[in-house]
């Protein structure tokens, strides 16, 4: 007979119950490893999707002002025009309607004039009232940071 003791735990020994133990610890160990590695590209791939994004979103903003600048030089071109013609039409300019519409101007002319003016007038400023009802930058970017969210949490859906 040996005096060896030997420790069970049902029908499994406590030296073999140890070494399951163990390479269920090294598999836990190397997945987290796995796991680090992924989360720490999946870290790198954020962050160039942040950098495009906030290039994006400089070039928009630029592109914003420009379309602003040009808004506010067209809008200022468009009320000289009107106030040009409408100075014209209004009798100011008697000469100048005649080189306009390249006949002599009859009253009748000049009434229908003012009156195509007026309406032209009119239309103009229906577009500037359409135009500063468009989306504001703030609510264009609150659409994007609102698609940003949903990308990632689609992305978290799939991992």
Do not use: C, F, P
Request: glycine share 4%; hydrophobic share 40%; charged share 35%.
């Amino acid at each position: 007979m040996s005096n060896a003791i030997v420790l069970q735990i049902g029908d499994t020994d406590l030296v073999t119950i140890v070494r399951q133990i163990d390479e269920r610890l090294q598999e836990a160990t190397k997945s987290h490893e796995r796991l680090e590695t992924r989360l720490a590209e999946e870290e790198k791939a954020r962050e160039r999707v942040e950098a495009r994004l906030a290039e994006e979103m400089a070039e928009r903003a630029a592109l914003e002002k420009k379309l602003q600048e040009e808004v506010q030089t067209r809008a200022q071109l468009e009320t000289r025009i009107v106030e040009a013609l409408s100075a014209k039409a209004g009798g100011t300019d008697i000469l100048a309607v005649n080189t306009l519409l390249n006949t002599k101007a009859s009253t009748d002319d000049i009434k229908a004039l003012q009156y195509a003016l007026g309406r032209t007038n009119s239309e103009i400023l229906d577009v500037r009232s359409e135009v500063s009802k468009k989306a504001t930058a703030e609510d264009l970017q609150a659409i994007q940071q609102d698609l940003v969210v949903k990308i990632w949490a689609a992305k978290a859906g799939r991992a």
